[in-house]
C-alpha cells in the first residue's frame, strides 16, 4: 500500500512589526493577513499574488542575475570602453535591419550597419580614430530600422542618455552621444536615511522669480540653501526626466535615461544632487513608470514600429485619459529596462530614492479612471488588479531595499491598497510612505464649501489620522497638485485677492489676511502634527506662495508669468510671507527635535465641537488647537497622560509668526494628577482663538 502524501509545510519568517512584538509568517505573501485578520478571506490571492512576484524573481536570477540585470545601460544604448573603443547595442525586435546614423558619419544609413541576434538586439563596435572615440562628444545620433514591410524608421536611441531640443528649428528632440572628456566626481557621501521624513517638493525649472526656465545650476546656487535653511531633510525633484511637453509637468516621460536639458547638462544636475548631499539633505527622484508619452518621434511609442516593443499591444497599451502608452510590465526586456533605469539613477546620479508617481494606474485594470475606492476589500484583490505590475512593484522595491539599505520610496496611490507599506516577503508593495491623498482635499474642500463655524473637528481628525495601522504615510495639507491653474493654493483660497493689496507691513491688517495668516500655520501644523509618518510641502507654499502655477502652453501665449516661484515677496522684508516662512521652518525644527513623526500616531484626548478644539498628544509633545473663529478660552482644562512640569515649545500667537503675542510663552504648567478627556492628568491653558500651542515638559 503507497503511503499518503503529506501537504508540503510552508516555510515560515518571524517578523518584528512593532518593537517587542513579534508575529510569525509564512513565507507564501500572507503575512498581511496575520498583521490585517481581515484580508484572511484574500489569502489565495495574496498567495497567487507572491506567486507571480516569486516567478519573476526566480527568472532573473536564473537568467543573468540581479545585478547584471539591472545593469541594462551598460549592456544597451552607448558604451564607451577603456580604448575608446563605442559600443551600442538597441533591442528592436520588430526590426528586419538596424543602422546607426548621426552627425559622425552625415546620417549615411549604408555607413554603419549593425548585427542583429537570435533575441532581437541589435549591435555595432565602433573603433576609436586616432585613440579619440569616433562619435564626437556632444554630437546628433539616431537609430534607422527597416521593418518588416520595407519601410526606413528613425528613433531616438531608447536608453540615450542626453537629449536636447532646438525650438528654432523643431519641437522634435534630438539625441546627443554625450562622452565629456572630464567625468563629473561625486564629492560628498549620501547622507543617512532620515528617521522623520520631511520633504521639499521641488521643481527645478519653476525654481527663479524671473519668468523663464531655470537651471540645475540656479537651483543648486539659489534654492539649495533656502531648503536646508527651512529644515526639511529630503528634496522630490518633479520632472528630471526628460519629457518633450514642458506643461505635463514632466510626467509625459519621453527619454528615460535623459535628464532634462532644458535645465542644463547631466554632470550640471550630479551638482546639484551632490551639493545638497554636502548640506545633509536626501534626494529623491519622482519617477515615471506608470506610463510613457506617446511620441513617436522622440518618444519610445512604436519604437521598432510594432506597438508592442515596450508596450502592451492594442487598448490594453493606451491610457484613455493621460492619452499616454501603458508598459508591459510581464515582458523580460520591459522589466530589464525599467528596473536598469531605477538603478542608472541610483548609481550614476546618486539619488537616495523614489516618489513613484501613478502607483493606482499601475495597480488597477481600470487605472482608477471614473473609479472611487470605498475601502471595501474587494476592490483590491481579484479581476480588477493588474497582477504583472504589482509583480513590477514588489520587484522593483524589493530589489531596491536590499541594494540600497537606506532607500527611500514612496508611493503614489489614492486608492490605499493594504499592505502597500509593508516588505514584499510579508506580501505588501514593498513601499516605505505612501501619499496621504485625502488630507488635502479635505482641507480645499472645507475652505470652498464651508464656513468657520461649519468646521467638523471629529471630522478633521478623523481624516488625519485614517491611514493603515504600521504602514507609514506622508501628510500634507497641499502639493503641486493644488497649485495648478484650475485650482488654488491654501493660502489663495485663504486670501485670495487681498494677497495683491494687503500683505504688507505698511498696510492694515486685515480681518481677512488675519484669518488667512492664522489658518495657514494652524493647518499646516495639524496635518504636521497628526497626519503620518512623514510630511511634504511643495515649493513655495511654506511662505504661502500667491497665485497659481501655468506652465507655458498654447492656452496662456506661451507665458512664463505664472511658470516660476516669486521668491521676491519672501526676500522683501515688508512683507507679510516671512511670517509663514519663519512659521514652517519652526514647525520643522520643533519636530526635528522631539521627532513625532518617526513616533507612534497621536492620541487624540479631544475633539470639542462647540469650543472648536483639539488636543493630542505625540512623541512627548501636547498639540492644543483653537479653531473657534471668535473665541478665546482662559483657564482651559486640557488632558495629558504624562505627570510634570510643561512649557511652550511654539506658539502660533508668537509677533515672530504675525501672531498678537497675546499667550505669555514663559509660563509654567504644573499637572494636576486626575483623569481628563481619558488621560490620567490635566493642566489649564489659555489659547486665543484661531492659535496652535505645543507644549513639551521643561528640561
Known amino acids: 500500500m503507497l503511503a499518503q502524501s503529506l501537504p508540503t509545510k510552508i516555510p515560515t519568517f518571524e517578523e518584528e512589526v512593532t518593537p517587542g512584538r513579534v508575529l510569525k509568517m509564512k513565507e507564501d505573501g500572507t503575512g ?18 507572491y506567486t ?28 564607451v570602453r577603456a580604448d575608446n573603443t563605442i559600443v551600442y547595442r538597441e533591442w528592436a525586435p520588430n526590426a528586419a535591419s538596424a543602422c546607426l546614423v548621426g552627425e559622425f558619419n552625415r546620417w549615411d544609413v549604408a555607413s554603419h550597419p549593425m548585427k542583429r541576434n537570435d533575441f532581437g538586439v541589435f549591435e555595432i563596435t565602433i573603433r576609436p580614430v586616432k585613440g579619440k572615440p569616433a562619435i564626437p562628444h556632444n ?16 528613433r531616438l536611441p531608447a536608453w540615450i542618455n542626453y537629449v536636447t531640443q532646438d525650438l528654432s528649428v523643431s519641437a522634435t528632440y534630438e539625441a546627443v552621444f554625450w562622452n565629456p572628456p572630464n567625468k563629473y566626481v561625486f564629492k560628498n557621501s549620501r547622507p543617512k536615511r532620515p528617521k522623520s521624513i520631511r520633504v521639499y517638493e521641488a521643481h527645478v525649472g519653476i525654481s527663479s522669480p524671473e519668468p523663464k526656465c531655470a537651471t540645475y545650476k540656479e537651483f543648486t546656487k539659489n534654492v539649495l540653501p533656502r531648503i536646508a535653511y527651512a529644515g526639511y531633510n529630503t528634496i522630490q525633484l518633479m520632472a528630471v526626466m526628460e519629457h518633450a511637453y514642458y506643461a505635463s509637468f514632466g510626467y509625459q516621460v519621453t527619454s528615460f535615461f535623459a535628464p532634462s536639458s532644458r535645465y542644463g547638462t547631466p554632470d550640471d544636475l550630479k551638482e546639484l544632487i551632490d551639493t545638497a548631499h554636502g548640506l545633509g539633505l536626501t534626494v529623491l527622484l519622482d519617477v515615471v513608470h506608470s506610463h510613457a508619452c506617446k511620441n513617436v518621434d522622440d518618444g519610445l511609442n ?21 492619452d499616454s502608452r501603458l508598459f508591459n510590465y510581464g515582458s523580460y526586456e520591459v522589466l530589464r529596462f525599467l528596473m536598469s533605469n531605477l538603478r542608472y539613477w541610483m548609481d550614476v546620479f546618486q539619488f537616495d530614492g523614489f516618489r513613484f508617481d501613478g502607483v493606482t494606474s499601475m495597480l488597477y485594470k481600470h487605472h482608477g479612471i471614473g473609479f472611487g475606492f470605498s475601502g471595501d476589500y474587494n476592490e483590491y484583490f481579484g479581476d480588477l488588479v493588474d497582477d504583472e505590475s504589482v509583480m513590477y512593484i514588489q520587484l522593483a522595491n524589493n530589489y531596491l531595499h536590499t541594494q540600497y539599505p537606506d532607500v527611500v520610496t514612496i508611493a503614489e496611490d489614492v486608492s490605499g491598497m493594504p499592505g502597500s507599506g509593508r516588505p514584499v516577503r510579508e506580501g505588501g508593495l514593498g513601499f516605505d510612505y505612501r501619499l496621504s491623498m485625502a488630507m488635502p482635499d479635505m482641507w480645499i474642500k472645507m475652505l470652498k464649501e464651508q464656513k468657520d463655524d461649519d468646521w467638523v473637528m471629529g471630522n478633521i481628525t478623523h481624516t488625519l489620522t485614517n491611514r493603515r495601522y504600521l504602514e507609514n504615510t506622508i501628510g500634507y495639507c497641499e502639493s503641486h497638485d493644488q497649485a495648478l491653474v484650475g485650482d488654488k493654493t491654501l493660502a489663495f483660497w485663504l486670501m485670495d485677492k487681498e494677497m ?32 503620518g509618518e512623514g510630511y511634504l510641502n511643495f515649493e513655495g507654499n511654506e511662505f504661502g506662495h500667491p497665485e497659481w502655477l501655468d506652465f507655458p502652453r498654447a492656452g496662456n501665449n506661451s507665458s512664463f508669468h505664472h511658470a516660476r516661484r516669486q521668491w521676491n515677496v519672501l526676500d522683501d522684508h515688508l512683507l507679510r510671507y516671512k511670517y509663514l516662512n519663519e512659521w514652517d521652518r519652526s514647525m520643522q525644527l520643533t519636530e526635528e527635535k522631539y521627532g513625532w513623526l518617526h513616533s507612534p500616531q497621536g492620541y487624540v484626548s479631544r475633539k470639542h465641537e462647540g469650543d472648536k478644539v483639539i488636543v493630542f498628544e505625540r512623541a512627548g509633545v501636547l498639540f492644543i488647537f483653537n479653531f473657534h473663529p471668535t473665541e478665546s478660552f482662559a483657564d482651559y482644562r486640557v488632558g495629558v497622560e504624562e505627570a510634570g512640569k510643561y512649557k511652550i515649545v511654539l506658539s502660533s500667537d508668537n509677533k515672530h509668526y504675525l501672531g498678537h503675542g497675546r499667550v505669555d510663552e514663559n509660563t509654567e504648567f504644573f499637572t494636576t494628577p486626575e483623569h481628563w478627556d481619558n488621560r490620567r492628568n490635566w493642566l489649564q491653558v489659555y489659547i486665543p482663538s484661531r492659535t496652535c500651542l505645543l507644549l513639551a515638559k521643561a528640561d
Open 139 to 154: 554630437s546628433k545620433v539616431k537609430i534607422s530600422m527597416v521593418l518588416p514591410s520595407g519601410e526606413r524608421i528613425y
Open 500 to 531: 495683491y493689496t494687503n500683505m504688507s507691513d505698511l498696510t492694515p491688517l486685515t480681518p481677512i489676511i488675519d484669518r488667512g495668516i492664522a489658518l495657514h500655520k494652524m493647518i499646516r501644523m495639524i496635518s504636521h502634527g497628526l497626519g
Open 302 to 322: 512604436m519604437f521598432d514600429g510594432s506597438d508592442h516593443c515596450y508596450f502592451h499591444a492594442g487598448g490594453k497599451g493606451q491610457h484613455d485619459l493621460w
Open 32 to 49: 498581511l493577513s496575520v498583521l490585517d485578520p481581515w484580508l484572511s478571506p484574500f489569502d489565495n490571492a495574496l498567495r497567487n499574488r
Open 52 to 79: 507571480m512576484y516569486k516567478k519573476y524573481d526566480d527568472l532573473i536570477k536564473s537568467t543573468l542575475g540581479y545585478d547584471e540585470f539591472t545593469k541594462g545601460y551598460e549592456y544597451y544604448g552607448f558604451n
